[in-house]
C-alpha cells in the first residue's frame, strides 16, 4: 500500500532564506504527485502538479522536482516570505483506481 | 471564476440528525470526491465520483453516502451521524482522475455533539 511520509513535520526559518521541503513515497507506480498549500482552517490550494514522465515544475519562486525511482520529490521555495506560512502537503495518485494519498504535511513557519 | 464550493462552512449538529454537506464545481470535471481531515491521520478519502451515476468508496466509506445525479454536484450524506464523524470534510475536483490536478472546497468543519 502506498504511503507518504513528509520531513520535516515543521519547520521555522527566518525571512529571506532558500528552504527545501521533503515528500517520500514508498511505490513508484504514480500517475502524478501534486504539492498543495494549507493555511489554518481553510482548504487546499493546488501549488504545482507534476506528471510522472516529468522531472519538475516551477511557478514563480516555487520548483518541485520529481524523482520516481528514488520515491522522492522535493518542493524548493526561495526567498522565503512571512506570506509563505503555511502546512504543504504532498500527495501522490497511485496506479490503478485508487484515491490521491496525501502525507501529513510539513508546518512551515517563516519569521519576519 | 473557477471554483468548488460547499455548504454549509460550519455545521453544530446532534447525534443521530440527518444532515447533507453539498458541493458542486463549475469546472465541467468528471472527477469528483470527499475528503475528511483528521489531526495526525491527516486526509482520507470518503467517497469518489468518476462521473454522473458512478461512485465508488475511498478509504473511509462507512457512516457516509453520496449521490452523483448531475455532474457539477456531489452532496455528502450522514444518515445518522455519530460524534466520531467530527472533522474538516473537503469536496474536490478535477478533470481524468488519473492524471488531473485536483481543486479543493473552502471546507465544512462540522461537530456531531
Known amino acids: 500500500k502506498q504511503e507518504v511520509t513528509q520531513i520535516p513535520a515543521a519547520l521555522s526559518v527566518p525571512e529571506g532564506e532558500n528552504l527545501v521541503l521533503n515528500c517520500s513515497f514508498t511505490d513508484s507506480a504514480i500517475y502524478n504527485l501534486q504539492w498543495f498549500r494549507q493555511d489554518p482552517g481553510k482548504g487546499l490550494t493546488s501549488l504545482l502538479l507534476i506528471q510522472s514522465s516529468q522531472r519538475e515544475q516551477t511557478s514563480g519562486r516555487l520548483n518541485a522536482s520529481l524523482d520516481k525511482s528514488s520515491g522522492r520529490s522535493t518542493l524548493y521555495i526561495a526567498a522565503s516570505q512571512p506570506g509563505d506560512s503555511a502546512t504543504y502537503l504532498c500527495a501522490v495518485r497511485p496506479w490503478g483506481n485508487t484515491p490521491l494519498v496525501f502525507g501529513k504535511g510539513t508546518r512551515l513557519s517563516v519569521i519576519a | 471564476e473557477a471554483q468548488v464550493t460547499q455548504n454549509p462552512r460550519y455545521l453544530i449538529t446532534v447525534t443521530g440528525k440527518k444532515l447533507t454537506v453539498t458541493c458542486s464545481q463549475n469546472m465541467n470535471h468528471e472527477y469528483m470526491s470527499w475528503y475528511r481531515q483528521d489531526p495526525g491521520l491527516g486526509l482520507r478519502q470518503i467517497y469518489y465520483?468518476?462521473?454522473?451515476?458512478?461512485?465508488d468508496k475511498g478509504d473511509v466509506p462507512e457512516g457516509y453516502k453520496v449521490s452523483r445525479k448531475e455532474k457539477r454536484n456531489f452532496p455528502l450524506i450522514l444518515e445518522s451521524p455519530s460524534p466520531n464523524q467530527t472533522s474538516l470534510y473537503f469536496c474536490?475536483?478535477?478533470?481524468?482522475?488519473?492524471?488531473?490536478?485536483?481543486?479543493f472546497g473552502p471546507g465544512t468543519r462540522l461537530t456531531v455533539t
Open positions: 465520483s468518476m462521473n454522473v451515476e458512478v461512485t
Open positions: 474536490a475536483s478535477s478533470f481524468e482522475g488519473r492524471w488531473g490536478e485536483q481543486y
